[in-house]
């Protein structure tokens, strides 16, 4: 009980494990399209950061939506800087397991990407993610502009309401102004097409997301 309860606390600055300054070794190029993972990007295309669960799941449902150029995974929301897999894994980083989206907006809009991200998994279980418990589990959106925030406490409003005449509970995602993104090891990343029948861990609640008039971000 203790140690489940552990995990379910995130640490603050002064708690949290020290990382490192130097940044963790990955992939340069994704593994399946060959698109630097780092960019540059093509011009005009944009990025989006969403958390939904175990990031190898997650990370599969983006690349093969039309209109995404490049994914990555990665840690984000925490105070550790550079953290591991293993560190994020202990609770002590504060960190969720997250997806970095390169976009092109001429082919799909931020609005139609969140519909994927509501669509794709729970967004009401706070720490936890189906069986999946912990705090690198918490569903979150991660802006990088005031655009983007609108749009997307919009789509959470319309889910939301969807939700509930459903009879689910409100809606636990934080919505947050994008900290650094922390790409994680080589191996984690595309991980489902290096491993076809790895773990995906990926589950939505049947309910559809009402997306909105299509506005940019």
Known sequence: MFFFKKNLELPTTETALAGRATPL?????????????KGPYPEGFKTAIFAL????????????????????????????????????CSGRTG?????????????????????VFWESHNPTQGMQQGNDVGTQYRSG?????DAQREVAERSKASFEA???????????????????????EDYHQQYLAKNPNGY???GGVGVTCPIGEGVGA
Not at 69 to 88: K, L, Q, R, S
């Open 25 to 37: 070794r990955t992939a340069e190029r994704h593994f399946v399209n060959g698109h630097p993972l």
């Open 141 to 145: 959106i991660y802006v990088a502009n």
């Open 200 to 202: 995906c861990g990926l």
């Open 53 to 88: 669960g175990c990031f190898w799941g997650a990370e599969r449902r983006f690349w093969q939506t039309r209109g995404v150029w490049a994914t990555a995974v990665g840690y984000i929301n925490g105070p550790t800087p550079n953290p591991t897999y293993e560190e994020v």
């Open 95 to 115: 960190h969720t397991e997250a997806v970095l989206v390169v976009y092109d907006p001429s082919v799909i809009t931020y609005d139609e990407l969140l519909k």
């Open 162 to 184: 969807a939700l509930k005449a459903k009879g689910f509970p409100a809606i636990t995602t934080e919505i947050v102004q994008a900290p650094e993104f922390y790409f994680a």
